[in-house]
Structure formats: C-alpha cells, structure tokens
Nanobody, 116 residues
Framework: QVYLVESGGGLVQAGGSLRLSCTAS????????MGWYRQTPGKQRELVAA???????NYADSVKGRFAISGDPAKNTVVLQMNSLKPEDTAVYYC??????????WGQGTQVTVSS
C-alpha cells in the first residue's frame, strides 16, 4: 500500500523555524495536489498549504507570510518551511496527496510544538 512519510517536526521556541518534508513510500503517478494539514484536539483537521502540479499554491490566512510550501506533486515530494512560528501553530501536521480520482493519501503525522 502507498503511504506518505513525514519528517521535520519538533519543539521550537516562538519565533523559530521548522522545515517539514514529505515523500511517498513508492512512486505515485496520479498525485495532482500535495499539501499539509494540521489538527489539534477539539478541532477539525485544517488545510495549512497546498501546491499543484503547475506550481500554484494556497495558504491558510493564518500562515500567509510565515510559511512557504514547495515541491512537486508529480515527483511525490513536498516541503513546508515554517518561519516565525507561534504557539497557536502547535499541532500534529499531516502530509496529504490527492489523486486524480479524488482519493486522498495521508501520512502518520508529525508533531510540531511551539513554546511561548
């Protein structure tokens, strides 16, 4: 079975930076969009940022100007550079890949904790 593998989470102080990376366990030719979601207890999983095969990007309003997504869904790679981190960014971050048939692939999640 194909799954996504995440790395780069950790504990940082407010104002610090982290870089999250994600790749597929094997080549997936049908991934059209890749991105990052995050979830905290008591809240729904929310989209943080996404990138298409054409390189267009979308960001949640709360992270615009602080986070930058890059990569290539066609190569099953995506990176999220997180700068100026805030305590409210604390969450489990999940890598996502959307296939041509709208099926979603997910990673196991990586914990990001930002201390005050």
């Amino acid at each position: 079975q194909v799954y996504l593998v995440e790395s780069g989470g950790g504990l940082v102080q407010a104002g610090g930076s982290l870089r999250l990376s994600c790749t597929a366990s094997r080549s997936v030719f049908a991934i059209n969009v890749m991105g990052w979601y995050r979830q905290t207890p008591g809240k729904q999983r929310e989209l943080v940022a996404a990138i298409t095969r054409g390189g267009s990007t979308n960001y949640a309003d709360s992270v615009k100007g602080r986070f930058a997504i890059s990569g290539d869904p066609a190569k099953n790679t995506v990176v999220l550079q997180m700068n100026s981190l805030k305590p409210e960014d604390t969450a489990v971050y999940y890598c996502n890949g959307r296939l041509a048939n709208d099926v979603n692939l997910w990673g196991q999640g990586t914990q990001v904790t930002v201390s005050s």
